[in-house]
């Protein structure tokens, strides 16, 4: 499958259980009873206790059977289990012939969901901080910094220029501004061009968002030469499998100068001038 059908269908799926867990969450709201679920707080603890020995169990148990999975990875397995929308269907679903044991299986699952949505969901963030999950080197952290820094350089000259063009503003003090706001702009873009030829990481994640966004507008120019009429349907089908499959196929990079072993040198010396320039 190529690369945008996929895309598609993974879309779809996504927005049908969007939908599917909207209508349970409704139903839930519709046949719950906060007095009711106070009331079970006491079996809805244990439950919550077993199922946290459960997925413990099995996230512990099967990561010594797999690839080495480092253990910080799987504390967020286990934490990070936030699942519920099956059970409260199912829940939803028992006959009323089940008597107050309906009632109690509803309680159970009602509050397992939301000890999941109020306790696992709001604290997964700080969790994946405190285990350092993700990582960012200094020259990453700098280039992330001085990337959005330039662009907001480049979007305050745009609105400069705007105000001076309407007169809001005198052209000695539009002149002043610019030269100070385009020399930061310059340097920002200088210290970025750095952080990118230092570190492969960062050059890959700019190559690949530049290579899919080319790609992109490739995309709509042939879907607006087909709607104009300019090509036939078959040119443009054959021309979007080219620029589908390319998504797969960025171009290569050139050795950085981390990966030829210079990496304590040139990241030392890209993250102090970096560092200097955006602090």
């Known amino acids: ?111 397992v969901v939301l000890f999941k949505l109020l306790v696992q969901s709001l604290s997964i963030e700080p969790f994946i901080r405190r285990l350092n999950i993700i990582e960012k080197s200094e020259t990453q952290r700098l280039y992330e910094r001085a990337r959005a820094q330039a662009a ?23 002149d002043i501004i610019e030269t100070q706001t385009t020399d930061t702009a310059r340097l920002l873009k200088e210290a ?9 990481e960062i050059a890959a994640l700019e190559r690949d968002a530049a290579w899919g966004e080319m790609l992109r507008a490739q995309r709509i120019e042939l879907q607006n030469l087909l709607t104009a009429g300019l090509i036939s349907e078959e040119t443009y089908r054959e021309l979007v499998h080219v620029v589908d499959t390319s998504f797969e196929n960025p171009p290569s990079l050139p050795e950085t100068e981390r990966q030829k072993g210079n990496s304590h040198r040139t990241d030392t010396k890209d993250a102090k001038g970096a560092k200097d320039l955006i602090t």
């Open 1 to 111: 499958m190529i690369l945008t059908a996929r895309m598609a269908v993974e879309s779809f799926w996504e927005f049908a259980a969007f939908v599917v867990n909207s209508i349970v969450f409704l139903l839930i709201g519709r046949e719950m009873n906060l007095a009711v679920l106070a009331a079970y707080w006491h079996p809805i603890l244990w439950v919550i206790i077993a199922v946290l020995l459960a997925r413990a169990a099995m996230v512990y148990g099967l990561s010594w059977t797999g690839r080495d999975i480092p253990r910080s990875w799987t504390h967020i397995m286990l934490w990070g289990g936030l699942r519920g929308a099956i059970s409260l269907a199912l829940a939803l679903s028992l006959p009323k012939s089940f008597g107050s044991d309906r009632v109690s299986l509803q309680m159970m699952a009602f509050g």
């Open 152 to 174: 907001a350089a480049k979007a305050g000259l745009k609105q400069l220029k705007a105000m001076l063009a309407e007169g809001r503003i005198s052209e000695y003090v539009s």
């Open 192 to 200: 970025v061009q750095k952080s990118v030829i230092a570190d492969s």
